[in-house]
């Protein structure tokens, strides 16, 4: 008879130790995240791609006469897929030449009054300059959207990615650092 092995998926990047199997802080995930981030409340859904879902809706009922979503050139297809679900127009950003960031130069060609929201990306363990976009969003009187699906406790000046726009998405599913197996 042969023993029966137990096997436990990894993440993509934080390292599972047993005290990670036990119960800790607040039974409630969505308050624990809160406190975690340092916010006053999170939302939490079935995915980051429904999340955006989400925001993209709200966006559009407090600004309608605003159709166009600005994603850097280089995203996941499900940010597309969210802003197609919301009827909204995808303008793809070239990068900038030496990182993942949309490029400056070229994210001001493509905003104007139809700009809904730009949705820079923290991407692949790299954080993106969100400060950088802020004043050109602001400009222009679009909202910022950070896509920190893959960056779920990375810090920028000792906060939460995720902060410094005016919503930001976090995933859960497998292969992201803090995995539930789905949601975000």
Same mark, same amino acid.
């Given at each position: 008879m042969t023993a029966r092995r137990i096997s436990v998926p990894p993440t993509a990047g934080l390292a599972l130790r047993c005290a990670d $199997?036990?119960?800790?802080?607040?039974?409630? *995930?969505?308050? /624990? +995240?809160?406190?975690?981030?340092?916010?006053?409340?999170?939302? $939490?859904?079935c995915s980051g791609?429904?999340? *955006?879902?989400? /925001? +993209?809706?709200?966006?559009?009922q407090w600004a309608p006469d605003r159709c166009e979503v600005v994603v850097?050139?280089?995203t996941c297809p499900?940010?597309?897929?969210?802003?197609?679900?919301?009827?909204?127009q995808l303008?793809?950003?070239?990068l900038s030449p030496d990182c993942l960031d949309m490029d400056g130069d070229a994210l001001d060609a493509l905003l104007s009054h139809r700009?809904?929201?730009?949705?820079?990306?923290?991407?692949g363990g790299r954080v993106a300059d969100v400060a950088r976009l802020l004043p050109r969003a602001q400009a222009c009187g679009a909202y910022v959207i950070e896509d920190a699906a893959q960056a779920l406790g990375a810090r920028v000046h000792g906060r939460?990615?995720?902060?410094?726009g005016d919503i930001a998405l976090f995933s859960l599913a497998?292969?992201?650092g803090l995995s539930t197996y789905e949601g975000g």
């Open positions: $199997l036990r119960p800790w802080g607040d039974k409630r *995930l969505d308050r /624990a +995240l809160a406190a975690w981030l340092e916010v006053d409340e999170v939302l $939490l859904e791609t429904s999340a *955006l879902v989400l /925001a +993209l809706r709200t966006l559009q850097p050139a280089y499900l940010v597309a897929l969210a802003v197609a679900q919301c009827g909204l303008r793809l950003c070239d700009t809904l929201a730009l949705v820079p990306t923290h991407l939460s990615v995720g902060l410094q497998v292969g992201k």
